[in-house]
């Protein structure tokens, strides 16, 4: 149920009319009930919803300064909330009990074993779990190439260009894929962030020079594909 005071009217698409509607209405309107996904207040009920069920009726705690985390003091789960996405953390033996009674409130798809979430592949094996968003990096590679047309990339072996192949000139000349390079530093600010900290400072640089970008990123993406290899990616 669409969990707000204020009243939503939607005007129905014809597919959805009931029996006898059409020729008696032009335009029919009916008050929501429920939550449609591209209602601006979805998230919200969804996430006032979800709270309700997570604390009031499975009895979780939420932890301090991290938003949509919550922790069980009797059985040691840890529940993490990424919009629609669950991901359950601790002892096995507590983990179907868990699931069965929050589908009893809630629902959910099949559970399956952790494999992608929130963009990133997770590969598990006997003691660590590797952070592979290979493809995820080839879409930002394909992005850029796109954006500047005919570059070549080549293996070097830092990130960073050399400063002294560049001219003051190079700093005041507006960068060939400005129109693209915010879309492409979102895309590495967020590989970034889940699986190449490694890679912050280079892509920092690249943010401060947003449009003025397309000699450092040559050199960046240069490096990024020998470096997508799932060995050599971060592991917890």
């Known amino acids: 149920m669409l969990l707000m005071k204020e009243e939503t ?3 129905l698409p014809q597919e959805l009319w009931l029996p006898g509607w059409a020729g008696k209405y032009k335009q029919p309107t009916v008050r929501l ?6 209602h ?3 998230s919200a009920c969804w996430d ?3 709270r309700q069920v997570l604390q009031g009726d499975l009895g979780l705690l939420p932890m301090e300064g991290h938003p949509s985390v919550y922790y069980c003091p009797k059985t040691f789960l840890l529940v993490v909330i990424y919009v629609d996405d669950v991901l ?3 002892p096995k033996a507590h983990q179907s009990a868990f699931w069965k009674e929050l589908q009893r409130l809630v629902e959910t798809d099949e559970v399956e074993d952790l494999n992608q979430f929130i963009g990133r592949n997770h590969e598990l094996s006997e003691g660590q779990c590797v952070f592979n968003m290979v493809d995820y990096c080839q879409q930002a590679i394909d992005l850029y190439l796109e954006a500047a047309g005919n570059v070549s990339l080549r293996r070097v072996s830092t990130p960073y260009v050399n400063e002294g192949v560049l001219t003051m000139e190079d700093y005041q000349v507006q960068g060939q894929i400005s129109h693209k390079a915010s879309s492409v ?3 590495l600010l967020w590989v970034c962030r889940l699986a ?3 890679l912050a400072y280079p892509i920092g640089i690249l943010c401060l020079a947003l449009a003025l970008a397309l000699h450092c990123m040559i050199a960046f993406f240069s490096l990024l594909p020998p470096t997508m290899a799932a060995d050599e ?3 917890v």
């Open 9 to 11: 009217f939607v005007v």
């Open 33 to 38: 009930r429920k939550a449609l996904y591209g």
């Open 40 to 42: 601006p207040l979805a």
């Open 48 to 50: 006032l919803h979800l």
């Open 88 to 90: 359950v953390s601790g």
């Open 185 to 187: 530093l979102m895309k």
């Open 196 to 198: 190449r900290p490694d």
């Open 233 to 235: 990616w971060a592991f």
